[in-house]
């Protein structure tokens, strides 16, 4: 069963930066994609940045050029690194592995920024 874990989530003020860490264990099939979602206040989860298995890269409009995502080392960690952070930022923000299987979610870490 693969579990994925995520860290770094807290309190800023605009214009600051975090950086999310998700760690992915167990037997994964066939990896297409590392990704992170948020749902904020009263919205839809929605699709923040994606890390293809061929290491190419999307962003959602709204963070472009202020959003990197990036595998460690190991392969199994999927960072994102969120710079000039907005308050339109603050949401609780998922992993998401997917594979040629299924995909699987992780529980979120709350990001929140103030103004």
């Known amino acids: 069963q693969v579990q994925l874990v995520e860290s770094g989530g807290g309190s800023v003020q605009a214009g600051g930066s975090l950086r999310l860490s998700c760690t992915a264990s167990?037997?994964?099939?066939?990896?297409?994609?590392m990704d992170w979602y948020r749902q904020g206040p009263g919205k839809q989860r929605e699709l923040v940045a994606r890390?293809?298995?061929?290491?190419?890269?999307n962003y959602a409009d709204s963070v472009k050029g202020r959003f990197t995502i990036s595998r460690g080392n190991a392969g199994n960690t999927v960072y994102l690194q969120m710079n000039s952070l907005k308050p339109e930022d603050t949401a609780v923000y998922y992993c998401?592995?997917?594979?040629?299987?299924?995909?699987?979610w992780g529980r979120g870490t709350q990001v929140t920024v103030s103004s």
């Open positions: 998401n592995l997917l594979s040629a299987l299924r995909d699987y």
């Open positions: 167990g037997l994964i099939f066939r990896l297409k994609s």
């Open positions: 890390l293809d298995s061929d290491g190419s890269t």
